[in-house]
């Protein structure tokens, strides 16, 4: 399984940018999506997830700023970033806890996207 961010970029403190992932490949099925980030100098923290019913967690900072969202038909998870402030730069990454379902075996699994850059600045 691959997964492509995309939706980064440079924006002023108070504005909105929307990060998308996109997932591909064959015969997989996705449990959690979650959305992390690992800022200058910091560890890469867990800042939202998504189960495949829709239930979600995010991290105090972001609580009401940011919406996760997925389309489990498209296999896409995107996140919805308000509010914005210089604290949430940082590289974003997206995840996915995955099962491939094949006729002799079950197999798990884990992907991680390419990361896309975020950055909060006057």
């Known amino acids: 399984v691959q997964l492509q961010a995309s939706g980064g970029g440079l924006v002023q403190p108070g504005g909105s940018l929307r990060l998308s992932c996109a997932a591909s490949?064959?015969?997989?099925?996705?449990?959690?999506m979650n959305w992390h980030r690992q800022a200058p100098g910091k560890r890469r923290e867990l800042v939202a997830g998504i189960t495949s019913g829709g239930t979600t967690n995010y991290v105090d900072s972001v609580k009401g700023r940011f919406t996760i969202s997925r389309d489990n038909a498209k296999n896409t998870v995107s996140l919805q970033m308000t509010s914005l402030k210089a604290e949430d730069t940082a590289v974003y990454y997206c995840e996915a806890d995955y099962m491939i379902y094949r006729p002799d075996t079950t197999v798990a699994g884990r992907s991680w996207g390419q990361g896309t850059e975020v950055t909060v600045s006057s």
């Open positions: 490949g064959s015969g997989f099925r996705i449990n959690t």
